[in-house]
């Protein structure tokens, strides 16, 4: 049985449902464990919530709801009960971006816009997890996303500089544009948001460095919302979250603009698989640190539904947290109810505390911000993808320098990164490595070129051919073996050996067919030998079975070898007579 066998075989309702897995469990012990974890994250999530929707362009309140509902809805229906949904930097970051081309920053219609990409997000993880398509995020390969998270998390961090700087500037539609003129105007900056936003990303630093195990953000946020209440930063000009609205998020259906929704659907489907890829590395590593299983399908369900969630509860879109899940797991959380508690602890946030976030100076929530973007730098990626490999290595840098380039429309970077990444595998698999075989001192069959071996056989080549045959490289291969016939007239056997062959699609079926009639006029024969099941089994399903003959197949090089030997000297003493 293999593990697709397996995973089919699993119960329906708890695949589909799997909160009914793990409910069952919950005793005593894991309900106080999962209430201080729920507890510990809510500490962080609330004033990073607020900063992501900062990030996203919309009022802060929107990232309160967002750490509600979809909280509880991620928990319920993910396959990963520890990992933490909510509002994130780079699902925020790309929802502004993305929305921003279509509609004013700052206006009802933007925040409408930004309602519409979470439905829209939403239902293309639901579709595809439905769809069994999780293997899509295959074609995302890690360089192309390091490259991407490594220019975003770069994007993010400058995109706070307004705010830290407590500037007031209209954004283009170009970012290094943006960067330029917030240093041209630096002079003008409002000296009690640099203070406020400096000294709070140097203690945020300062905990996470000697005193990791503290709740920095929170300590950091309260701080400097006090301080800003007592010394008056909004009346000097200073930037404040203000009013939040009193209560719990009403629930209605998103307004749905077809043609906005036309021109989203683009970024609604990167976002839709960026998100999920963060979802998916917390997801991996919850299921290797605990030895649970997870259902990329299901989990692209239980996200979807989130993000469906966070639009009928007026809010952005969300994302399995990467620092959020681990601080969930490091804080003992047994069960989803861990999420669950969490949420709880924000409906209370949302009933009695708003007011005590009136005064939560915006450049301190643009210190968080860069804060938790900081940990997603790492250049060193990159360059051990280009020790690797130069194709990752410039998939890698094409995609971290397009995604700058293309910024504020970051998604046409890791576009341009998937793209060119496919390409350069289809021109890596259309001339895979053809080795002429020979045999060193020991017996042994390796490359002949490579340790300058004599061929095997004066009328017999023997080749490996380290790829499958598929409509990319049939015609190399084709040449190949001409090259071979036209190069040594003595040439009456090519034995291919077809141990990495592991594929043969209709056009590697027909290119044989041609090459097979043209060998047989010239005196030649083509065999084989190692074949896969794959391979062997479309041979005998097609016309290829009678042409190359079950004589002409065999279990290896050796039983090859052997037996073209003894039918060269029948056929030599046979002539001799």
């Not at 809805?73 to 699902?91: D, E, F, K, N, Y």
């Not at 993305?98 to 206006?107: D, E, L, Q, R, W």
């Not at 439905?130 to 360089?143: D, E, T």
């Not at 996303?145 to 400058?158: D, K, M, P, V, Y």
């Given at each position: 049985?293999?593990?697709?066998?397996?995973?089919?075989?699993?119960?329906?309702?708890?695949?589909?449902?799997?909160?009914?897995?793990?409910?069952?469990?919950?005793?005593?012990?894991?309900?106080?464990?999962?209430?201080?974890?729920?507890?510990?994250?809510?500490?962080?999530?609330?004033?990073?919530?607020?900063?992501?929707?900062?990030?996203?362009?919309?009022?802060?309140?929107?990232?309160?709801?967002?750490?509600?509902?979809?909280?509880?809805?991620?928990?319920?229906?993910?396959?990963?009960?520890?990992?933490?949904?909510?509002?994130?930097?780079?699902?925020?970051?790309?929802?502004?971006?993305?929305?921003?081309?279509?509609?004013?920053?700052?206006?009802?219609?933007?925040?409408?816009?930004?309602?519409?990409?979470?439905?829209?997000?939403?239902?293309?993880?639901?579709?595809?997890?439905?769809?069994?398509?999780?293997?899509?995020?295959?074609?995302?390969?890690?360089?192309?996303?390091?490259?991407?998270?490594?220019?975003?998390?770069?994007?993010?961090?400058?995109?706070?500089?307004?705010?830290?700087?407590?500037?007031?500037?209209?954004?283009?539609?170009?970012?290094?544009?943006?960067?330029?003129?917030?240093?041209?105007?630096?002079?003008?900056?409002?000296?009690?948001?640099?203070?406020?936003?400096?000294?709070?990303?140097?203690?945020?630093?300062?905990?996470?460095?000697?005193?990791p195990k503290w709740p920095g953000v929170l300590i950091v946020v309260v701080t400097a919302t006090y301080l800003s209440y007592q010394f008056g930063f909004a009346a000097s000009g200073g930037t404040v979250v203000g009013a939040i609205p009193k209560g719990l998020p009403s629930l209605s259906i998103p307004e749905v603009d077809w043609v906005a929704s036309m021109n989203m659907l683009p970024a609604a489907f990167v976002i839709a698989i960026i998100s999920f890829m963060e979802a998916m590395s917390s997801s991996k590593i919850i299921a290797i640190k605990t030895r649970t299983r997870w259902d990329e399908n299901q989990e692209l369900i239980g996200q979807g539904v989130a993000k469906v969630a966070a639009a009928f509860s007026h809010s952005m879109p969300v994302s399995g947290s990467f620092s959020r899940s681990a601080l969930n797991l490091a804080s003992g959380a047994k069960t989803g109810m861990a999420s669950i508690f969490s949420a709880l602890l924000v409906v209370i946030t949302l009933l009695f505390f708003t007011d005590a976030l009136y005064h939560l100076p915006k450049p301190v929530l643009a210190a968080v911000i860069m804060m938790a973007v900081f940990s997603l730098i790492d250049v060193g990626t990159i360059k051990d993808a280009w020790k690797a490999s130069k194709p990752d290595g410039v998939s890698a840098v094409v995609t971290f320098v397009a995604t700058l380039a293309f910024a504020p429309n970051i998604q046409n970077g890791i576009l341009t990164g998937i793209i060119l990444s496919l390409i350069l595998f289809l021109l890596r698999t259309m001339k895979p490595r053809i080795v002429i075989l020979g045999e060193d001192k020991n017996g042994v069959l390796r490359s002949a070129r490579r340790h300058n071996l004599p061929k095997l056989r004066s009328k017999v080549t023997a080749i490996r051919f380290d790829g499958q045959l598929y409509f990319a490289n049939v015609n190399y291969f084709e040449e190949a073996i001409l090259y071979l016939v036209s190069h040594d007239p003595e040439l009456k056997v090519i034995l291919v050996a077809g141990d990495a062959i592991n594929g043969l699609d209709a056009s590697g079926v027909d290119m044989l067919k041609n090459l097979l009639e043209r060998l047989k006029q010239s005196g030649i024969t083509l065999a084989f030998c190692n074949l896969k099941k794959p391979v062997q089994d479309v041979i005998d399903r097609t016309e290829l079975k009678d042409m190359i003959s079950p004589e002409n197949i065999f279990p290896s090089v050796r039983d090859g070898l052997k037996a073209f030997d003894q039918r060269l000297q029948d056929q030599d003493d046979s002539n001799e007579k």
């Open positions: 049985m293999n593990i697709n066998q397996l995973k089919k075989s699993e119960s329906g309702w708890t695949r589909f449902l799997p909160f009914l897995e793990w409910m069952p469990k919950i005793t005593r012990e894991t309900l106080k464990a999962d209430f201080l974890a729920g507890l510990t994250v809510a500490l962080v999530a609330i004033p990073q919530s607020l900063a992501y929707a900062q990030l996203a362009g919309v009022p802060a309140y929107y990232g309160l709801y967002a750490s509600l509902l979809p909280v509880i809805i991620g928990a319920l229906l993910g396959s990963s009960p520890a990992l933490s949904t909510g509002p994130v930097a780079m699902t925020s970051l790309l929802t502004a971006a993305s929305v921003m081309t279509i509609a004013t920053y700052g206006t009802e219609q933007f925040y409408t816009y930004v309602i519409l990409m979470a439905l829209l997000s939403g239902l293309i993880q639901i579709a595809l997890g439905f769809g069994r398509m999780g293997v899509l995020i295959n074609f995302l390969s890690y360089p192309v996303l390091r490259g991407f998270i490594n220019a975003a998390a770069i994007i993010i961090g400058l995109s706070q500089l307004p705010a830290m700087l407590g500037l007031k500037l209209k954004n283009s539609t170009h970012f290094l544009s943006d960067v330029l003129h917030v240093i041209e105007n630096a002079a003008h900056m409002h000296t009690p948001s640099f203070i406020f936003g400096a000294s709070s990303l140097v203690a945020l630093l300062a905990m996470k460095k000697f005193l």
